[in-house]
């Protein structure tokens, strides 16, 4: 749960990487943190979306100064467990609440994988061991060594405050355990329903707070692809993939054109193969060349490869449309009209 100290956003951290490499240009890098954020400002660097200029957008990503949504950090400080799991009276397990790694060690049987289900139970409602094994692990969560009510409560260190924080989850004696009521109260302020203040709901969904052997052993059986994409998650890296998989739907989409211009043009070739013409040799040699010369073919397809000579432009002048002799006389009547006009207003002041 702990945020590392000076922790930067990962579109950040993406940018700095690219700045930092000769080889890649700029626009490259920011069409990569254009994908990073979604279809529509990808969409709209390529031009595929009303508006689109086709060119990298303005893409500022927000600075650590500027966690733009983020819950805030917060570091686990104590987990008081009552009737749950191995755990009858109230037992506490007291951390340190800062920067670094924690080692809980006890002998079997001791209650550390009672507390540790405690904790995500309290913050997610649900148990990944529940959830694969023996439907008798979530049936028997609550003690028979105590008769009264179950609980936990997991206080927190949260970033900004000097007093702890308390995340509470309280069951009845004779509540089942979906029966429970889940709290946070914050030191000096009422309880609040629900976790809804701690802004932990979709990080709760990415980064779960026990990573346990079973689940750890569960990811290492099932292959290459889930294994990334399950630490990807817990890693924080999935809106790397996200972006990955957004600019190779681009790149598909985009080479689509180029893959239909290939099939139309071995079609083109199979049909020159067959023809008796020294003009489909010619094209045939053209289109052979890996940037074929465009103006050659299209003058060859509309016959107006021959080269420029006085019988050309005899010939030019012979197709020149005539006009007819009607016509001729109307515009030349039209004319000598509009001469008189000129010449009568050509005296006076009109001078």
Excluded: C
């Excluded at 990503?61 to 987990?79: K, R, Y």
């Excluded at 010369?293 to 000579?309: E, F, I, K």
């Excluded at 009547?333 to 002041?349: F, H, I, M």
Aim: hydrophobic content about 40%; glycine content about 12%; aromatic content about 4%.
């Amino acid at each position: 749960m702990g945020q590392v100290e000076n922790n930067e956003e990962l579109s950040v951290t993406v940018l700095r990487m690219a700045d930092a490499d000769p080889e890649l240009p700029k626009d490259a890098g920011l069409l990569v943190l254009a994908a990073m954020t979604g279809d529509g400002l990808l969409g709209e660097a390529l031009a595929e979306e009303p508006g689109g200029t086709g060119g990298v957008p303005p893409v500022r990503p927000p600075t650590p100064d500027e966690p733009a949504g983020q819950p805030v950090g917060a570091f686990l400080s104590s987990i008081e467990v009552t009737g749950f799991r191995g755990i009858g009276k109230a037992s506490t397990l007291s951390l340190r609440p800062k920067p670094g790694l924690t080692i809980v060690a006890g002998r079997n049987g001791s209650g550390k994988s009672s507390f540790a289900e405690a904790l995500e139970v309290a913050l997610t409602g649900n148990s990944y061991r529940w959830k694969t094994k023996s439907v008798l692990f979530k049936d028997a969560w609550r003690n028979l060594h105590q008769p009264t009510g179950a609980g936990i409560q997991v206080r927190i260190a949260e970033e900004g405050r000097t007093k702890a924080t308390t995340v509470g989850v309280d069951w009845a004696a004779d509540g089942g355990l979906d029966d429970r009521k889940v709290w946070v109260q914050r030191h000096g302020q009422p309880r609040e329903a629900g976790l809804e203040s701690l802004g932990w709901g979709l990080a709760m969904d990415l980064f779960r707070p026990i990573l346990s052997y079973d689940e750890l052993g569960g990811l290492m059986d099932a292959g290459p692809s889930t294994l990334y994409e399950k630490l990807a998650g817990i890693l924080g890296l999935d809106q790397l993939t996200g972006a990955q998989d957004r600019l190779d739907a681009a790149i598909k989409r985009l080479g689509e054109p180029r893959t239909a211009e290939k099939t139309l043009r071995a079609e083109l070739k199979n049909a020159l193969a067959a023809m008796d013409d020294p003009r489909a040799a010619r094209v045939l040699t053209l289109l052979a060349k890996r940037t074929p010369d465009v103006d050659a073919l299209r003058q060859l397809a509309t016959g107006t490869a021959q080269p420029v000579n006085e019988l050309t432009r005899l010939r030019a002048l012979a197709e020149l449309p005539v006009p007819a002799e009607a016509e001729v006389t109307r515009v030349a009547g039209n004319l000598r009209v509009a001469v008189d006009a000129v010449a009568s207003t050509a005296d006076g002041a009109a001078e």
